[in-house]
């Protein structure tokens, strides 16, 4: 395990600095002046080059990106004119509209997405385990055709489209849950879960569906493997079949799913945050998009990739625990 640890965090080290050059490409050294952007269109020439010698753009591509890297680990100085700010480590640069640290910006937005996530998370993944499993179980009846009818209308659905119709017949219509407006945990538990719980329900309906249709195929492929078989052959029931050993080798490709899934919304559920009004990163991602805050939109995508990558070693972990017949390698 701890060779296989030590192999995962070089893996994930080398594709974060893989990414780190893409982005960096992609937004600092493809066509545009990035020192105007910086400082605004009413900036004068003298002030723009200001800035540009503050992002030394003046530089080889090499020595520039190096001192982004550098800035990430060890932090940086940023001139104000009249002084002279630190950004403390991990510094991912301060943002063009009010001039705040990426990084705390980040911070202060990343509970309410993680409130988001975790709990639409879990909905999803009971809702569609435990639909696919139930489709197998009900194979060849009414029950499994209306249950695979019901995934494709929700693979097929925007979460948005869910997420109105829900506002309109619980909030409006029926008036049984108030309107999302977010508050924090640590204010208040309870309204905290209270305004969460339609953003919850639509990611999970929406998101469910994948999941279903693949619970029932790896369960339906796993049902029909040698050592399967010959547990049927030796009396054993159908139900422990499907739960207790079909399950485990089917929970793989589940598994990987929910990892890329959970490392995504880590970086923004950007329609549903925007839909019910919650202060996260996705929504903070379009702000930053629609002002061309450069630092912000590369930090929110390096933050992204982080939790992908980390929600993916955590996932072979989890497949090998599963299923025995993964190996750690």
Known sequence: MSRFLLRRLGGALFVLLALSVVVYAAFYVAPGNVAQI??????SPAQVAQVSDQLRLGDPLYLQYAHFLRGIFAGRDYSTGTGILHCQAPCLGRSYQNDEQV???????LPATASLAIGAFVLWIVLGVGTGLLSVWRRGRATERLLTGLTLAGMATPVFVVGLLLIIVFCSALQLLPFPDYVPLTENPEQWAW?????????ALVSAAPYARMTRASMLETLAEDHVRTFRAYGVSE????????????LGPVIALGALDIGSMFGGAVLTESLFNIPGVGRELVDAVKNVDLPVVVGLVLVTGFFVVLANAVADILQAMADRRVVLA
């Open 38 to 43: 910086a400082c605004g269109p009413r900036c």
């Open 103 to 109: 990084t705390q910006m980040i911070l202060t937005k």
């Open 195 to 203: 305004n969460l719980l339609l953003p919850w329900v639509s990611l």
């Open 239 to 250: 139900r422990k079949l499907v739960g207790r050993h079909a399950l485990r080798g089917a």
